[in-house]
């Protein structure tokens, strides 16, 4: 399988909100931390359309965690709620605000694919004030997926008139073979 499992969009607002909210000066330490040939994905010209390596943007959200102390759940949240809010054209906003949160988040295998290439999404649940969310992916997503999970369905719940988002796993992961599987509850007011 290609590493190249995650779309344009990740890199292009990842890199926006990291110069946005701490400066070029933090955006070239991050660059500094990487390994040579994730700096040279982040330095390269990054399109919205073209594939990327998973694993550079992985290691670029650790190293600017580390950096700007942002460690926590909520704090990487808001930076993929940027991406999500980034990613979205006006129409679709537009849609987003005429819906209900249970009807976007049954969407959210749709949203998915916006942003990778790689492993699938289920939405089993997805009622007024609850959904849960089922991701099967490839390895490379663990450690990475609950606080991604938590920014864009966070996201998602918001721009449709939900408020007070929490979010916690449904049981353990599981990995085997290369591949995790997990689940996630979503609760909110609307």
């Given at each position: 399988m290609?590493d ?10 990842a890199?926006?909100y ?9 955006w ?12 040279d994905v982040?330095r390269?010209?990054l ?11 992985k290691e670029m ?14 704090t ?9 809010d980034?990613?979205?054209?006006t ?10 949160p249970a ?10 694919e916006?942003?990778?290439?790689a ?8 009622e007024?004030?609850h959904?849960v969310i089922?991701?099967t ?9 609950e606080?991604a999970?938590y920014g ?16 916690r ?15 996630f ?6």
């Amino acid at each position: 399988m290609s590493d190249k499992i995650a779309r344009g969009p990740n890199f292009l607002y990842a890199r926006e909100y990291v110069i946005s909210t701490h400066g070029e000066g933090v955006w070239n330490e991050v660059l500094k931390k990487l390994p040579a040939e994730h700096a040279d994905v982040w330095r390269g010209t990054l399109l919205i359309s073209s594939e990327y390596p998973f694993p550079a943007f992985k290691e670029m959200v650790r190293a600017w965690s580390e950096i700007t102390g942002g460690t926590n759940r909520d704090t990487t949240a808001n930076l993929y709620g940027f991406i999500a809010d980034r990613s979205l054209n006006t129409v679709y906003r537009f849609f987003l605000r005429l819906s209900q949160p249970a009807f976007v988040l049954r969407n959210f295998p749709k949203l998915w694919e916006r942003f990778f290439t790689a492993g699938t999404v289920e939405v089993p649940v997805a009622e007024k004030g609850h959904a849960v969310i089922r991701f099967t992916l490839p390895e490379v997503f663990q450690d990475w997926l609950e606080p991604a999970c938590y920014g864009y369905s966070r996201k998602a719940i918001e721009m449709a008139g939900g408020r007070d988002v929490a979010m916690r796993p449904s049981g353990p992961p599981s990995l085997s073979d290369g591949t995790l599987v997990a689940a996630f509850d979503l609760t909110w007011t609307e």
